[in-house]
C-alpha cells in the first residue's frame, strides 16, 4: 500500500500570499496518478488537480500541481479568502488501483 | 453534469450491517466509469471503502474487504454499500462519487452513526 504523508499539516498564511503544500508517497506513484483535493467545512471535497498537474474543469489557474515520482507539490500562487480550506492528496494508480489519501494539510487565515 | 445523492440510515445499531444507496443522475451508470465509496469519521481524513464498474467488478480496500460489498442497479441508475459487523469506529460522513481516474463528482455525504 503506498502511503501518503502530507507536510505541514497546517499552514498560517494571510491572503495575497503563496501557499505551498507538500505530499511525499512511501513509493512511486505510477504515471503520475496523483490528485488533489479541497474540502471545506460541511462540504464534499472538490477534485482541483489531477495526474499531478492537470487542473479540473473550472478550477482557477493560480492552483497548480506539479511533481513526480515520490514528491509532489500543490501551489497556490495567490490565496483568495474562499481558499482557506483543507487539501487532500490522493493516488489512484496500480493495477488493480489502490486508492489512498493523505492526511490533509488545513490552510487557515494568520 | 453528474449528480450523485446518498441515501440510508443515520443511525445503526452495532454488530449490524450498514447499508447505503447511491442515486446518480445527469448520467447513465451502464455507460461506464468506476463508482466509489469514500468515508470521513468526524474531524478525520478520508478513507477510500471500494469502487464499482459499470459491468459489476469490484476492488476494495484490503482493510475493509471482509466486511464490504458494493453492488450496482443499472436498472435504477444506483449503486449501494453494505458494511458489516459495524463498530463505533465505523461512525463516519460516507461519500459515494464517481471515478475516472481520481474521484470527480461527489455526493453531498450522509452521516452514519454506530450506536445502540
Known amino acids: 500500500e503506498v502511503v501518503l504523508t502530507q507536510s505541514p499539516g497546517t499552514l498560517s498564511l494571510s491572503p495575497g500570499e503563496r501557499a505551498t503544500l507538500s505530499c511525499r508517497a512511501s513509493?512511486?506513484?505510477?504515471?503520475?496518478?496523483l490528485a488533489w483535493y479541497q474540502q471545506k467545512p460541511g462540504q464534499a471535497p472538490r477534485l482541483l488537480i489531477y495526474g499531478a498537474s492537470t487542473r479540473a474543469t473550472g478550477i482557477p489557474d493560480r492552483f497548480s500541481g506539479s511533481g513526480s515520482g515520490t514528491d509532489f507539490t500543490l501551489t497556490i500562487s495567490r490565496l483568495e479568502p474562499e481558499d482557506f480550506a483543507v487539501y487532500f492528496c490522493?493516488?489512484?494508480?496500480?493495477?488493480?488501483?489502490?486508492?489512498?489519501f493523505g492526511g490533509g494539510t488545513k490552510v487557515e487565515i494568520k | 453534469q453528474v449528480q450523485l445523492q446518498e441515501s440510508g440510515p443515520g443511525l445503526v445499531k452495532p454488530s449490524e450491517t450498514l447499508s447505503l444507496i447511491c442515486a446518480v443522475s445527469g448520467y447513465s451508470i451502464s455507460s461506464g466509469y468506476y463508482w466509489g465509496w469514500i468515508r470521513q469519521p468526524p474531524g478525520k481524513g478520508l478513507e477510500w471503502i471500494g469502487s464499482?464498474?459499470?459491468?459489476?467488478?469490484?476492488y476494495y480496500n484490503p482493510s475493509l474487504k471482509s466486511r464490504v460489498t458494493i453492488l450496482v442497479d443499472t436498472s435504477k441508475n444506483q449503486f449501494s454499500l453494505n458494511l458489516s459487523s459495524v463498530t463505533a469506529a465505523d461512525t463516519a460522513v460516507y461519500y459515494c462519487?464517481?471515478?475516472?481516474?481520481?474521484?470527480?463528482?461527489w455526493g453531498q455525504g450522509t452521516l452514519v452513526t454506530v450506536s445502540s
Open positions: 464499482i464498474y459499470h459491468s459489476g467488478s469490484t
Open positions: 462519487a464517481s471515478q475516472r481516474g481520481p474521484f470527480d463528482y
Open positions: 513509493q512511486s506513484v505510477r504515471s503520475g496518478y
Open positions: 490522493q493516488q489512484y494508480g496500480g493495477s488493480p488501483p489502490a486508492l489512498t
